[in-house]
């Protein structure tokens, strides 16, 4: 076996008219699947070229560049490590790695070679079923070796309970694409939340000219979007990301008149798509559908069974479905009566008991003019006693065509818990403010997640908030909520923890909450997890890191990084570590300078967590990575979330231990 002269057969057609420039070196690397970052490449392109002169390189030069990207020093050692020879790894060998390093205990002889004959580049080697280094870091920096796991790229988990059950990706002002003053609104804030598997969008609707409804953040600078276009844009996206039913949250402000076209936009535009009746004509449910269709397989002729599968499989027909979520007139069943009937010109007064919208919040609202003086607030703080004057009701006329396009999300006013338990249907959700939200869960955790198995709770950022920033969405899971709803333009840790927790099971947008949050019996609570613990211990070793950009503060291409890990669930389990700072980084971090780190885990049956990684490039924040509800053991690649190819490489090893204090 001659690794060079595979190399040198690779390269020599693109050298034959002589060397090559910057854009010769990228499509070489390209036609050789090597990843990069660019900026990376021509940083060492240009160090290259300062050896000598001209804006070309060699054969050797090119060889040279290669090797700096590919041949890491951790990669050699470790394939030397195995290796008998230095040279070829047999699929013995291979075996043996991918048990002691990667923990692989179920790998077999079929599993190793399966490896070799993806990854292995060199005929002659693959023929042998042996592994070059070369095919040894294809398969290091391929995928199998992220620290996301492969089975969780698909959707994996259980899609036949309710609704309810499950924590649904959700946008907040999800036409904005900057702040919520004077940024402006835009068509691909949709877009760009569909394509990330977002299954929860909001719509601000006003009067607009001609009677065409708008979107927009309504008195505010933003800009203004019609309706219509808004719903044919998410009539091509809908469900080019998942197949899972999808919710248009209405913040609807606009005239009968113009609901009247709001209700015939979504209609002719969505066409069959929108789910405007109960399915199977269902009005007495005690429980909402599922998002998956069930697959029962053969039913040999049973009428009885063959009865019961339909009815199941109508009550779960709800994929590429779209769901409107807004105010709604009377019943399920009055709704049923008036199908087929003309109801245009006619709507229906609701009062706001009946309902509550995002900008009805006390709590979370800005207010536009103060009307009280601090004086007349001293005796605010000793009494929650209202004041005597009976304050006005506000009232809102709502369009029956568009009431009636209302079926399982149902808009409706939160009063507390017990008024849920008592009063509520199951197709009616709460939209519910983050400091409201916030206090419910600190004093009445366990009455929180009663009502979250039962009903689909959205909670939504406070007014506050004008530039658009996020709060942690990680409090408002660990009671249960389902529809957390961000600001999806707003960069940042809370935005990351989103994306990160719902890359789990095929980034469909729908990931099953716990069993512990499902169970309307149970005694869970953030605070005291009782029984519901299952100590694990999770060891990080960081190894390196490779392609990491400089700070923008640098004047030169390097940095003092250092790495920060930190782990988000319930507060028993949060913690933070950071490694060491690599003093005049040179595109790299070095595990002499990033010491490993234990850290023992009290977490739930399912492993529940999210580990969220960042690399501090100086005084500037890079782009973070995500450990996302992942117990891969062994050495694994983090790749930056933004598709950058910079990546850190660490061991990673979860371990159940005993329950220490």
Do not use: W
């Given at each position: 076996m001659d690794e060079n002269r595979w190399f040198w057969n690779i390269i020599q057609n693109d050298f034959k008219t002589g060397n090559i420039d910057f854009e010769g070196c990228m499509r070489l690397l390209e036609k050789m699947q090597i990843n990069f970052d660019e900026d990376h490449l021509k940083h060492i392109f240009k160090k290259t070229l300062d050896k000598h002169s001209g804006d070309i390189i060699s054969m050797d030069d090119f060889k040279a560049i290669y090797r700096a990207l590919v041949h890491r020093p951790e990669f050699e050692e470790l394939f030397k490590a195995y290796s008998m020879d230095g040279n070829i790894l047999p699929d013995g060998q291979l075996l043996k790695f991918l048990a002691k390093e990667q923990f692989q205990t179920e790998a077999n002889e079929t599993t190793a070679l399966e490896i070799i004959m993806k990854y292995e580049p060199i005929d002659e080697v693959r023929k042998k079923k042996q592994m070059s280094f070369e095919g040894f870091i294809r398969y290091m920096n391929s995928e199998e070796c992220s620290i996301f796991k492969s089975q969780h790229k698909s959707v994996y988990q259980d899609m036949t309970q309710p609704l309810c059950d499950y924590f649904i990706s959700s946008s907040h002002n999800t036409y904005l694409i900057a702040d919520q003053l004077m940024g402006p609104s835009h068509l691909w804030g949709y877009t760009s939340a569909l394509l990330k598997g977002c299954r929860c969008l909001e719509i601000d609707c006003w009067d607009g000219n001609n009677n065409e409804p708008i979107v927009y953040h309504g008195h505010t600078l933003t800009s203004k979007i019609p309706f219509r276009s808004v719903i044919r844009v998410i009539d091509k996206y809908a469900f080019m990301s998942s197949a899972y039913p999808l919710v248009l949250s209405l913040e609807n402000h606009c005239s009968p008149k113009q609901q009247e076209v709001m209700a015939e936009c979504l209609k002719t535009i969505l066409g069959d798509k929108l789910l405007s009746t109960p399915i199977g004509g269902e009005v007495d449910m005690t429980r909402l559908p599922s998002p998956e269709v069930l697959d029962f397989g053969d039913f040999h002729g049973n009428y009885l069974l063959f009865s019961y599968i339909i009815n199941l499989l109508l009550l779960s027909a709800?994929?590429?479905?779209?769901?409107?979520?807004?105010?709604?007139?009377?019943?399920?069943?009055?709704?049923?009566?008036?199908?087929?009937?003309?109801?245009?010109?006619?709507?229906?007064?609701?009062?706001?008991?009946?309902?509550?919208?995002?900008?009805?919040?006390?709590?979370?609202?800005?207010?536009?003019?103060?009307?009280?003086?601090?004086?007349?607030?001293?005796?605010?703080?000793?009494?929650?006693?209202?004041?005597?004057?009976?304050?006005?009701?506000?009232?809102?006329?709502?369009?029956?065509?568009?009431?009636?396009?209302?079926?399982?999300?149902?808009?409706?006013?939160?009063?507390?818990?017990?008024?849920?338990?008592?009063?509520?249907?199951?197709?009616?959700?709460?939209?519910?403010?983050?400091?409201?939200?916030?206090k419910l869960a600190k004093i009445s955790a366990k009455e929180f997640i009663s009502h979250t198995t039962r009903f689909i709770t959205r909670i939504y950022p406070k007014g506050t908030r004008m530039s658009s920033s996020n709060y942690n969405p990680v409090e408002f899971w660990n009671v249960g909520c389902q529809m957390v709803a961000l600001n999806f333009q707003t960069p940042g840790t809370q935005m990351e923890l989103q994306d990160g927790k719902f890359l789990d099971n095929g980034g469909c947008g729908y990931v099953l909450k716990p069993a512990f949050l499902r169970d309307r019996n149970t005694t869970f609570t953030p605070r005291n997890v009782g029984a519901y613990s299952k100590p694990m211990s999770l060891s990080i070793r960081l190894i390196s890191g490779h392609q990491l950009p400089p700070s923008a503060m640098s004047k030169t291409n390097k940095a003092d990084p250092l790495v920060q890990i930190e782990i988000y669930g319930v507060p028993e389990d949060q913690a933070r570590k950071k490694s060491s700072v690599v003093k005049s980084n040179d595109w790299q971090v070095k595990e002499a300078q990033t010491p490993s780190w234990e850290r023992c885990l009290f977490l739930k049956e399912d492993g529940s967590f999210l580990a969220h990684c960042c690399v501090h490039p100086g005084q500037q924040l890079s782009p973070t990575d995500l450990l996302v509800y992942s117990s891969l053991s062994g050495w694994a690649k983090m790749r930056k979330s933004m598709g950058l190819e910079d990546s850190l490489i660490g061991k990673a090893k979860v371990a159940h231990t005993s329950k220490t204090k």
């Open positions: 709800l994929k590429f479905k779209v769901l409107v979520k807004n105010k709604k007139v009377g019943t399920l069943e009055q709704s049923l009566l008036r199908m087929g009937d003309d109801y245009r010109g006619e709507a229906e007064e609701l009062s706001d008991s009946d309902f509550q919208s995002d900008d009805e919040d006390t709590d979370d609202t800005l207010p536009l003019h103060r009307t009280r003086s601090p004086a007349k607030r001293k005796g605010d703080r000793k009494s929650s006693i209202p004041p005597q004057k009976k304050p006005k009701v506000k009232r809102t006329k709502i369009a029956i065509v568009l009431s009636d396009l209302v079926v399982y999300t149902k808009s409706q006013k939160f009063v507390s818990f017990e008024h849920s338990q008592q009063h509520q249907q199951c197709y009616e959700n709460n939209s519910i403010g983050e400091s409201q939200a916030r």
